[in-house]
């Protein structure tokens, strides 16, 4: 028997993209709220929370996707073969997909940056499968115990030459990590342009990013099982606080919360984040028992609902026309190059408003677009996955 499918998870995928969306497409990148913007190096902010919430919800997602093909096509390890082969052509699609975007507008073999968030998700979705295809949910808990004591034990102890070519363990610092070592080692001139010396996305730190798509398998086992639904809801609450209080003792002890790195404490804690906000759309939309107020709740959260219908599309296409803003440019009334971008955001910035507001704004209104377009595929009921 397949498993139902969650709207909670399609609501909450949707916050997910929503947020990614709006956190991608300020105004103006000097005007931001803080919590706008990613932490600067250690700590946290609410943009920190996209990337491994939207892990989290892949994860899940594939427990209940290779769960309803085992309902339809019960076999053997050559069914598991043939799930796993169909989960690494979808990955490599979706990095297909990253590297293309990657290479708009420059078109530069040379310069082209090779890592990204889509090539994250899907490098986490290759290593994954076969972890969730051949071991049961225990071993795959010893899996995100192994990789995360793995990771740390690279980043903390083994001394490599930093941007300096000075030999250092433990430096997490910018350009001074491990994971930047490995970076310069495999992608030096296809990296971040920002940084050039290591990736947000880099090679090593998908590793302890891995244990967030396995931290939401582990949730969709237990979303899967024969709990109610009142006792699901209280365990992914209190499961959220321990892992809070894990990864904030981690963070306070020996490795700091950090995105650009992944840290073990950034994994755990994102985690604990992840189960608590999701516990909150279950609860509302799908777990109680007040068929009124399930109902009502799928009507509030529609617009989030209907935003992870199409997730993973609205997000590259988002990119897409966020570089062709700035990519189109035109002569203005001035006789000086204007990007479309720029003309766009002229009557914004003629607001009476402050520049972060100017700024919020924008991306408030990009936002809104892409919910339309979202929108009309939602109704057309075209659902465009990879």
């Known amino acids: 028997m397949s498993s139902p499918r969650l709207v909670s998870l399609d609501a ?11 956190v991608n497409n300020p105004g103006d990148w000097g005007s931001l709220y803080p919590q706008l913007a990613h932490a600067e190096w250690h700590g946290w902010t609410f943009t920190d929370w996209i990337f491994p919430f939207f892990l989290f919800i892949c994860g899940v997602s594939m427990t209940f996707s290779l769960a309803n093909k085992r309902a339809a096509n019960p076999g053997g390890v050559e069914d598991r073969v043939a799930m796993m082969f169909s989960l690494w052509k979808r990955a490599g699609i979706i990095f297909l997909i990253g590297l293309t975007l990657n290479f708009i507008p420059n078109f530069n073999l040379d310069t082209l940056r090779i890592p990204g968030v889509l090539q994250r998700i899907a490098l986490c979705t290759a290593l994954a499968a076969p972890i969730v295809l051949w071991f049961n949910w225990r071993q795959q808990c010893w899996w995100i115990t192994g990789l995360l004591a793995f990771y740390t034990a690279m ?3 083994v001394p490599v030459a930093d941007v300096n070519g000075v030999v250092v363990a433990g430096a997490l610092e910018p350009g001074r990590d491990f994971g930047s070592y490995i970076d310069r080692l495999f992608l030096t001139g296809h990296m971040w342009v920002k940084s050039k010396t290591w990736d947000p996305e880099g090679l090593f730190t998908t590793v302890s990013a891995l244990t967030s798509m396995l931290f939401g398998v582990l949730l969709g086992h237990w979303l899967a099982s024969a709990y109610n639904n009142a006792e699901k809801t209280v365990w992914m609450m209190l499961a959220g606080l321990l892992c809070l209080w894990v990864g904030a003792i981690i963070d306070a002890t020996f490795m ?5 790195l992944w840290t073990t404490s950034y994994s755990i804690f994102m985690t604990g984040w992840g189960l608590l906000m999701f516990a909150a759309f279950f609860w509302l939309i799908d777990g109680n028992d007040s068929q009124r107020l399930r109902k009502q709740s799928r009507q509030w959260f529609l617009p989030m609902t209907i935003y992870g219908m199409n997730a ?5 296409f988002s990119g897409l026309v966020a570089k062709m803003l700035g990519f189109i440019k035109f ?14 955001y002229a009557p914004i910035k003629a607001l009476p408003l402050a ?6 704004l924008f991306a408030v209104l990009f936002n809104l677009a ?3 377009i979202g929108y009309l595929l939602w109704k057309k009921r075209w659902f465009i996955k990879v």
């Open 331 to 344: 002569t203005g009334e001035d006789g000086k190059m204007l990007s479309l971008k720029a003309a766009l």
């Open 256 to 260: 700091p919360i950090n995105k650009p």
């Open 355 to 360: 520049p972060v507001n100017q700024s919020l």
């Open 370 to 372: 892409m919910l339309a």
């Open 155 to 157: 980043m903390l102890f």
């Open 312 to 316: 993973l599309f609205i997000f590259a």
């Open 12 to 22: 909450f995928r949707g916050f997910t993209i929503a947020g990614m969306v709006l």
